[in-house]
T-cell receptor, first 115, second 114 residues
Framework: DTGVSQDPRHKITKRGQNVTFRCDPI?????LYWYRQTLGQGPEFLTY????????KSRLLSDRFSAERPKGSFSTLEIQRTEQGDSAMYLC?????????????FGPGTRLTVT | AQKITQTQPGMFVQEKEAVTLDCTYD???????LFWYKQPSSGEMIFLIY??????QNATEGRYSLNFQKARKSANLVISASQLGDSAMYFC???????????FGKGNQVVVIP
């Protein structure tokens, strides 16, 4: 299967701990996106990369969040000093390019629970 | 700011019947794209259909069709001949030329009953 993969699928952590999630996009896709989805809501945009360059960050992305895509392939999303409000599904998506009709392919998500 | 509105409550649909899911949007940008995604209980977002703002014809993909009414800013999804596997949350989303980030609505829950 050459779709978008995410690791881990589930993460339970205590408040105040740091967590890191990984996303492996479809190999030929140069755009990579992170979204966050809370219960009963649609996904909300966090940030996106064009190759290794992070081009946009949402205001939702506080200073405790950082994302990287060091070689333009996989990406990591780190949350420092987690809070209970960070509990959500973190979705990664990739697309071939940035045209408005370019379909985004989503991974299965990482479900974070902060206790 | 761009906004997607999906206000229908959860829907029960008889197998083999058609169902229409409403989506309205708000933007002043003339160039945009509209998407529908399906999210089953497993959590993965599955792309269903795309409509560009300049497309003259309504988009169709198999059993899915998009009823695009630009003047009314609506992009309703029609699923024909519902199947049990269609039970899921359905999200309408909008993207814009250049960054392609998606803005999603809150979703519509559909349950197909035999």
């Amino acid at each position: 299967d050459t779709g978008v993969s995410q690791d881990p699928r589930h993460k339970i952590t205590k408040r105040g701990q740091n967590v890191t999630f990984r996303c492996d996009p479809i190999s030929e896709h140069n755009r990579l996106y992170w979204y966050r989805q809370t219960l009963g809501q649609g996904p909300e945009f966090l940030t996106y990369f064009q190759n290794e360059a992070q081009l946009e960050k949402s205001r939702l992305l506080s200073d405790r969040f950082s994302a990287e895509r060091p070689k333009g392939s996989f990406s990591t999303l780190e949350i420092q000093r987690t809070e209970q409000g960070d509990s959500a599904m973190y979705l990664c998506a990739s697309s071939l390019d940035g045209t408005s009709g370019s379909e985004q392919y989503f991974g299965p998500g990482t479900r974070l629970t902060v206790t | 700011a761009q906004k997607i509105t999906q206000t229908q409550p959860g829907m029960f649909v008889q197998e083999k019947e058609a169902v229409t899911l409403d989506c309205t949007y708000d933007t002043s940008d003339p160039s945009y794209g509209l998407f529908w995604y399906k999210q089953p209980s497993s959590g993965e977002m599955i792309f269903l259909i795309y409509q560009g703002s300049y497309d003259q014809q309504n988009a169709t993909e198999g059993r899915y069709s998009l009823n695009f009414q630009k003047a009314r800013k609506s992009a309703n999804l029609v699923i024909s001949a519902s199947q049990l596997g269609d039970s899921a949350m359905y999200f309408c989303a909008m993207s814009f030329y250049g960054n392609n980030r998606l803005a999603f609505g809150k979703g519509n829950q559909v349950v197909v009953i035999p």
